[in-house]
């Protein structure tokens, strides 16, 4: 039942802004489709790519392509799904969405929306490393085994600095963390000196948050907040 993940989807007020701030960190944008009638752009730094959408929509949302979506909508039924968005038909863009147990929101579309990335994965923005999309979860424990029904692997990352079950796949690992150390969806990243890093991206015009997750720890993280309110967790190396 696992798709590919296609990209972390955001609503943004100011495509322009949003996509100023990511150039500014190094992010580099893609080719995108015609899938979408409004305003629409992706970035990357070759690991994770942002999908901005200049719409009114439920954000963000972990989004994965599956081909051939009509035929496999009886596996989500099975697994309990209770669809938030059920948009499907032979003459539209097939879409469904839903939010987990913790309410953290999941989309499947049926086909790409951009172009592969030509970015080498190799060549990092300012932020670092992207490792993870961290999520919160209610029940660690029991959304892990919620994860794995959708083929991913949990594991166990107990003694990491921000200790978490990451639940891996071959396209995207997503990181279940706590409610009382993440408290929303965030793009991990890291580096080998934080300070350094912080200093790179003020250099680019742009300032940390002074909020930093629980579990971060202030003295080896920071976090940057993008104009849509996307957080991006800079920590050092495990």
Not at 37 to 60: E, K, N, W
Not at 190 to 215: F, L, S
Request: glycine share 8%; charged share 20%; with cysteine.
């Amino acid at each position: 039942m696992q798709g590919r993940f296609l990209e972390f989807s955001v609503a943004v007020a100011d495509i322009r802004a949003s996509l100023d701030f990511y150039a500014k960190l190094g992010f580099s944008p893609t080719d995108v489709g015609d899938a979408w009638r409004h305003p629409y752009a992706v970035v990357t730094d070759g690991r994770i790519c942002i999908g901005l959408h200049q719409h009114a929509a439920h954000s963000p949302a972990l989004t994965f392509v599956k081909a051939d979506l009509l035929k496999h909508l009886h596996l989500f039924e099975r697994a309990g799904v209770d669809f938030e968005v059920r948009h499907l038909g032979g003459d539209v863009f097939n879409e469904v969405a839903w939010r987990d147990p913790s309410g953290n929101l999941l989309r499947y579309v049926e086909a790409r929306t951009f172009s592969p990335a030509k970015r080498p994965a190799t060549e990092n923005s300012l932020c670092g490393y992207f490792s993870q999309i961290a999520l919160p979860a209610r029940d660690v424990e029991a959304a892990s085994i919620y994860w794995e029904q959708f083929g991913f692997v949990g594991m166990v990352e107990a003694d990491a600095p921000m200790p978490h079950v990451c639940c891996m796949s071959d396209t995207i690992d997503v990181g279940l963390y706590d409610l009382r150390h993440m408290r929303r969806p965030t793009l991990r990243f890291e580096c080998a000196d934080v300070e350094a890093a912080t200093a790179r991206i003020a250099a680019a015009g742009i300032a940390p948050a002074i909020e930093v997750p629980a579990a971060g720890g202030a003295a080896a993280s920071a976090l940057l907040v993008a104009p849509e309110g996307t957080a991006l967790l800079i920590s050092a190396d495990a």
